[in-house]
């Protein structure tokens, strides 16, 4: 079993949003990003994994083992940021660091002065009255010094200043290093999916549409300008897209496709790359 998260017809209803039904999987020593437009249920899901929602239907597996049943072991090999400490505004930093290190056995002091350092916070702010930023930065700390196994991630670097973006970036990478450990990273930014992940899972209205390996955007996503485009390529399970004014076609597989167009005698025109922006873009459109 290398799943380090398994969900299965994961459904939860709002009264005004049904997320689901949702199947998924997180491989161990992979990054996974979680991508959808404002409120497509990313956060929901972040909320079911961790057992701070519950579910209406499905069942979420963390590491093989059941998250209901074993929320207190399985929570110590999990790092989480989504805004989860808000309640604790009256708290310092360091009072809420004491907090959070009580539930680590495998706290590391050492590592959070480390990263207090990098990120320059003073943790005698109080949580509360933090800026947006620091508040991300200090979660995004908490996150990391009880050594987990599984990060979930929920934006962690919304709001964050540049630099401390890119810190944000180096570290998650170096987290991946040793192939054993796995990350759910909720983002809107292109360049954190670009350096830190392997795979991409588009959310939406509550509906997962699409999982991608993201080499596989380089290598066989494009858009295709032929000569014409018939009713028979809308069917093709490659073909994602076909544009009359010019003839145009979106696919997954330019292989496939070429070789489809051959052998219905449609003469390609020009053929361009799609940008992982785009591909994001075109699901996220054609599903508005
Ligand atoms: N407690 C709640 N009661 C009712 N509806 C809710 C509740 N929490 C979330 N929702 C609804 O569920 C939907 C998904 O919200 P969610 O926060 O999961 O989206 P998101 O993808 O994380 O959005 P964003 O990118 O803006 O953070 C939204 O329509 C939201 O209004």
Redesign the pocket.
């Known amino acids: 079993m290398n799943n380090v998260i398994d969900v299965v017809g994961l459904m939860k209803h709002?009264?005004?949003?049904t997320?689901g039904p949702i199947d998924f999987q997180v491989e161990k020593g992979t990054a996974v990003a979680l991508v959808?437009?404002?409120?497509?249920?990313?956060?929901?899901?972040?909320?079911l994994l961790l057992n701070i929602l519950q579910s209406d239907e499905g069942s979420i597996q963390l590491f093989g083992e059941n998250m209901v049943e074993k929320e207190t072991e399985l929570k110590q090999k999990i790092g989480y940021v989504g805004d989860l400490y808000e309640q604790f505004g009256h708290f310092t930093i360091k009072e809420l660091k004491s907090l959070v290190s009580y539930w680590y056995p495998s706290w590391d002091d050492e590592r959070y002065s480390y990263l207090l350092k990098r990120y320059n916070i003073d943790d005698s702010e109080k949580f509360g009255k933090s800026s947006k930023g620091t508040k991300k930065k200090a979660e995004f700390i908490f996150s990391l010094c009880h050594d987990p196994k599984l990060l979930l991630l929920?934006?962690p670097s919304a709001g964050v200043d540049i630099v401390s973006q890119r810190k944000m970036k180096e570290d998650l990478m170096s987290f991946m290093e040793d192939g054993e450990r796995s990350i759910l990273l909720?983002t809107?930014i292109v360049d954190e999916i670009k350096q830190v992940c392997d795979y991409i899972a588009v959310?939406e209205k509550?509906k997962l549409l699409y999982s991608f390996d993201k080499d596989e955007v380089y290598e066989k996503w494009a858009r295709v300008w032929v000569v014409n485009v018939t009713d028979t390529l809308l069917e093709h399970p490659n073909v994602l897209m076909v544009g009359r004014t010019p003839p145009q076609i979106v696919t997954n597989n330019l292989p496939t496709l070429e070789n489809e167009l051959n052998s219905l005698d449609i003469a390609i025109t020009h053929t361009q790359r799609l940008t992982l922006e785009e591909v994001i873009e075109h699901l996220q459109q054609t599903h508005a």
Do not use: I, P
């Open positions: 709002y009264k005004k949003f997320l959808g437009t404002n409120g497509s249920g990313k956060s929901t899901v972040f909320r929920d934006e909720a809107h959310l509550g």
